[in-house]
């Protein structure tokens, strides 16, 4: 009995430590996330109200997962896929380019490294990333895209993780419809996962840099579309808080998100700002080098991105008495997910070897997102 009950809490922490990482330093200030649990979402009505809060507030938040049948099993695929990153960033980049379907308008499959526009000056990333579609794994796509066998062979992971994720999205969809007094089921219903749409599971790989040249490794942003879900085990993560969180007089700073194991950080894209006509909030981050001696480990980072269906017009929802009304004379936008989303994860990566230092910068300064 007692070597049992050994053994259950062995396989736990294994499942909820960051085994051979370096720790995340004790000095370096944090984002003022709120930490939310699973589990007391499923029965307590004020976890909900903290989520509503956090959604408004910073529109990023921490879920423990921990205690919870649906938390734990994402918490256990995550962990596998933490395995298959090196694994698949081994086949190397030449191998991996031949995933890139940029030339085909695509934004799913492999980003090469230094391959997008990172900030004012032109810069180039520092990171590549291999975007999974959930229309190719789950058999909804009609052409789906070729992927490394790799990937293939753990199909069934992916599919769960896909599923599992998704469920997770919805569960914070229907507490996010209750709070907004919508029609029920009117978030979910555009979020069906057996419909076509921009979902996707994102590994992400960020090599350490040079000691005396630190720079951004992926750029400044808000997430496009409704949801995302992201598993951190080194730091990076940036958030820059909104000044309703900054004390007075003082300016926002990039502030370090300090992964926590055993939980998720939930972020708020810009699907859920259009549709709450700027209620909601997705709030902007990036991600630099890992602080302190965390800079000299390899990055990996897990995201699904769950945006609405690709018909699905990005435009305030009607029905509801507490998302505020369009200014008079303010029109609807009327761009669909998909057009939305395309633009979006592509303007930053119109790029090749010719495109010099000036032309790069005029990408960054189109896409409004400032110094
Ligand atoms: O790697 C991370 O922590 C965040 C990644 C991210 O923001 C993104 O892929 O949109
Ligand atoms: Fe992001």
């Known amino acids: 009995m007692a070597t049992e009950t050994l053994t259950r809490t062995d396989t736990r922490l294994s499942t909820f430590a960051f085994p051979n990482l370096t720790p995340f330093p004790d000095d370096v200030p944090t984002a003022p996330l709120l930490r939310l649990s699973l589990s007391k979402l499923r029965n307590e009505p004020e976890e909900s ?3 509503f809060s956090a959604s408004k507030d910073l529109g990023f938040f921490y879920l423990d997962l921990k205690e919870d049948k649906l938390g734990e099993e994402l918490l256990e695929e995550a962990k596998d896929l933490f395995a298959l990153g090196p694994r698949l960033y081994e086949l190397g980049r030449d ?4 995933y890139d379907y940029k030339s085909q308008g695509s934004y799913m499959g492999y980003k090469g490294f230094g391959s997008a526009v990172v900030d004012e000056k032109g810069s180039l990333d520092r990171n590549e990333f291999y975007n999974i579609p959930k229309n190719d794994f789950l058999g909804i796509s009609k052409t789906p895209f070729a992927h490394p066998q790799i990937l293939h062979d753990h199909a069934s992971l992916i599919k769960s993780y896909m599923n599992h994720s998704h469920s997770l999205v919805r ?20 979020h069906r996962l057996d419909e076509i749409s921009g979902d996707q599971v994102r590994i992400i790989k960020s090599p350490p840099q040079p000691a005396s040249d630190l720079r951004t490794a992926l750029g400044k942003h808000t997430d496009f579309g ?3 879900i992201l598993f951190n085990q080194l730091g990076g993560l940036q958030i820059l808080p909104p000044p309703s969180l900054v004390p007075a007089g003082q300016e926002p700073q990039w502030t370090y998100v300090k992964p926590l ?3 998720c950080i939930v972020n708020l894209g810009d699907a859920m700002v259009k549709f709450t006509n700027g209620l909601l909030r997705s709030n902007i981050h990036r991600v630099v080098s890992p602080p302190g001696d965390q800079a000299k480990d390899t990055r990996y980072s897990l995201v699904y991105f769950a945006r609405p269906e690709d018909d699905v017009v990005l435009k305030r929802l ?7 009304e369009l200014k008079d004379g303010e029109q609807a ?6 057009d939305w989303i395309k633009l979006q994860a592509m303007r930053l990566r119109k790029i090749n070897a010719d495109t010099n230092e000036e032309e790069r910068k005029r990408l960054w300064e189109a896409t409004g997102r400032g110094k």
């Open 226 to 228: 409704t949801i995302t």
């Open 333 to 338: 936008e009327a761009m669909t997910s998909k």
């Open 171 to 190: 569960l914070i969809l229907a507490h996010l419809n209750t709070h907004l007094h919508l029609p029920p089921g009117t978030l979910q219903s555009l």
């Open 49 to 51: 109200n903290r989520l």
């Open 261 to 263: 194991a055993g939980h």
């Open 95 to 98: 191998e991996l380019q031949k």
């Open 318 to 324: 009607e029905g509801s008495d507490v998302i505020p």
